[in-house]
């Protein structure tokens, strides 16, 4: 793939600008930055507790921007001139997603200082903090893919931030509803497995196994949004 | 190798419906096609193949002798320029900032976002959002987007569409201008005078196929009667042919100094398109 950091570097540039200017978006921001204050306001500090406010930043600031910056270039044509310009598929999607990645570690970095989160071991919670970043951005360019507007951008990513937030919390009724075991394998819960893992004596595969689903929904996302990317390119 | 656009039996289908229906053309090097139609005839979705953003049903479409399906690579989307009528700006940034992207991204010198920005006369205006611009300014923002790299082949669709005539003669200049740097220009119109002012050759496309191809000139020459007219001063219009037999009228005329206006009836190409099709330009 042909890959130029100028180009990277130009459509980054041109995100950071238009998002800076666009508050309706911008301000999504904050929202889980007010989230981790009231819930540090409530006095529960369990890992659970942190990880709602982290996975949700991650849902409404990655997913939730990154398919809105899609889906207005779609919605406004701007998509198909970056198409029709040198600019390749891999410089147009590490472009837009640098910047996303750049907001989300802001936003994230600044959810866990709220919520009062220190984690025994901050090398591998940073690790898969960033694998998730990777996941939700995949998921929020997948998502803007298949929207024509932002209106339908604000509304294909409501269920999908539901569940990907609040999916852990769902593992609570697992014990009634055996199908919603499967809410285990979700990003989300296998980064509250690991951090939990990780405050009591842990083995290698407490580490290795969320960390390689995060990265399988990684990979699966990617590869899926970069086949629909390739298939809107042509009418 | 001088043939630039090079287009054999080309079909194109959407659900069953024929868009294209078997349509044929060259372009060489350094022409002005003019590709004319009706809404709906055809034009666009003809520059969305060769540009690479429709795949064909059937026929074969070279661009530069390769398969127009490689223009999606990036370096070949260097040689083109495509001016659609949805212009996708962005409409939060400057006038300056929208083209600095697209110089970045062609990886051009600075100075080409002003040699583009003088040529469609904005260089004043490129402070400007896109979103405080007239129908008029977007398009010139757009045409200076897609000359800015300075392409082998310009794809224009309907240029003119949303301009004043003063900024359409400025950029029917441009265009010259460019022309006579050895730039390719595909045009599309509905506007048969903007074809007539510009283009080399003309197509008429409708409802799917070429139904007339050549220059102006050669158009008119075929579809032409050979007519004139004569205006006399006493208000009456006669219509004599250009032979022999009404020579001898025309002479007794202006001996006797009764002509007020003689004009040669040649078709214009919008009647050349009525006459071919039997329908009004839409």
């Known amino acids: ?235 | 190798m001088n043939t630039v656009i090079d287009v054999q039996h080309l079909k194109k289908t959407f659900n069953k419906e024929a868009a294209l229906k078997d349509v044929s053309f060259t372009i060489q090097k350094g022409e002005i096609f003019g590709f004319l139609g009706p809404s709906g005839s055809g034009k666009t979705t003809t520059i969305k193949i060769l540009t690479a953003q429709t795949e064909k049903t059937a026929g074969d479409v070279l661009l530069f002798g390769r398969p127009a399906n490689e223009m999606k690579q990036s370096n070949n989307r260097k040689r083109f320029g495509i001016l659609t009528d949805n212009s996708g700006l962005y409409t939060r940034l400057s006038i300056e900032e929208n083209l600095l992207l697209f110089s970045n991204l062609y990886q051009l010198p600075k100075s080409a976002v002003k040699e583009a920005l003088d040529f469609v006369n904005l260089y004043g205006e490129r402070k400007k959002k896109i979103s405080q611009l007239s129908k008029g300014m977007m398009q010139r923002v757009t045409l200076a987007r897609a000359i800015m790299h300075k392409p082998e082949l310009l794809f224009l669709d309907e240029p003119t569409s949303a301009l004043d005539p003063v900024n359409t003669q400025h950029i029917y200049n441009g265009l010259r201008k460019l022309n006579e740097m050895g730039t390719t220009i595909f045009l599309t119109t509905h506007d048969m005078s903007e074809a007539e002012i510009l283009c080399d050759r003309v197509a008429f496309l409708h409802k799917g196929k070429i139904r007339a191809i050549g220059s102006p000139k050669d158009l008119k020459k075929e579809f032409g009667d050979d007519s004139i007219t004569v205006e006399l001063k006493n208000g009456a219009c006669e219509v004599i042919q250009t032979g022999e037999q009404d020579a001898e009228k025309l002479f007794n005329w202006m001996q006797s100094n009764e002509v007020s206006r003689i004009y040669t009836n040649e078709p214009t190409l919008g009647n050349i398109f009525m006459q071919i099709t039997g329908s009004d330009l839409v």
């Open chain 1, 1 to 235: 793939m042909n890959i130029s950091m100028t180009r990277i570097q130009a459509i980054f540039m041109k995100d950071y600008k238009e998002f800076s200017r666009n508050y309706a978006v911008s301000t999504m921001a904050l929202l889980p930055l007010i989230m981790a204050f009231v819930y540090n306001q409530t006095g529960a500090h369990t890992i659970s507790m942190y990880f709602l406010s982290i996975n949700m930043a991650f849902s409404v600031v990655t997913t939730y921007i990154q398919c809105c910056l899609i889906a207005e270039e779609k919605e406004k044509n701007t998509l198909r001139s970056l198409m029709l310009s040198p600019a390749s598929l891999g410089d147009i999607l590490i472009g837009k997603s640098l910047f996303v990645f750049i907001v989300t570690s802001v936003i994230v970095a600044m959810t866990i200082f709220i919520v009062g989160y220190k984690p025994s071991n901050l090398f591998i919670i940073a690790i898969a903090l960033m694998l998730s970043a990777v996941f939700y951005i995949a998921l929020g360019t997948l998502c803007g893919l298949f929207t024509k507007s932002i209106m339908e951008a604000s509304i294909i990513v409501l269920p999908v931030m539901l569940i990907f937030s609040f999916g852990p919390l769902a593992l609570a009724l697992s014990s009634t509803n055996p199908i919603v075991k499967i809410a285990e394998w979700l990003p989300s819960s296998q980064l509250l497995v690991l951090a939990e893992a990780l405050e009591r004596t842990y083995t290698t595969m407490d580490v290795i196994i969320p960390i390689a689903t995060i990265i399988a929904w990684s990979l699966v996302t990617w590869i899926v949004a970069g086949f629909i990317y390739k298939k809107r390119m042509v009418d």
